[in-house]
């Protein structure tokens, strides 16, 4: 149904930003709550934030950090990373679930490494 291109990630300092970019094809977003994941090599793959059509939520490991938000119009969701440590590298996952749903929909993912 719908289709998830992620952008945006790429190398950064410890203490850095970066803004991902989800671009969503197919469906519009407003119909899914939007959700970010990411693995860490040697790890498991781990929620990040997600947002519905009102609030967002985020794991502990990022609150505080990062924010997701989305563009409907755009038809795009956002994660801008702030503070970014070396524990944030990984490969970062957009996804989407259908209201009341799991996260069905995958992107491809974007790396970020954090490092020096």
């Known amino acids: 149904q719908v289709q998830l291109v992620e952008s945006g990630g790429g190398l950064v300092q410890p203490g850095g930003s970066l803004r991902l970019s989800c671009s969503a094809s197919?469906?519009?977003?407003?119909?899914?709550?939007m959700g970010w994941f990411r693995q860490a090599p040697g790890k498991e793959r781990e929620f990040v934030a997600a947002i519905t059509w009102n609030s967002g939520t985020y794991s502990d490991s990022v609150k505080g950090r990062f924010t997701i938000s989305k563009e409907n119009a755009k038809n795009t969701v956002y994660l801008q990373m702030n503070s970014l440590k070396p524990e944030d590298t990984a490969v970062y996952y957009c996804?989407?679930?259908?209201?009341?749903?799991?996260?069905?929909?995958w992107g491809q993912g974007t790396q970020v490494t954090v490092s020096s």
């Open positions: 197919g469906r519009t977003i407003s119909t899914y709550t």
């Open positions: 996804a989407a679930a259908l209201f009341g749903g799991r996260f069905d929909y």
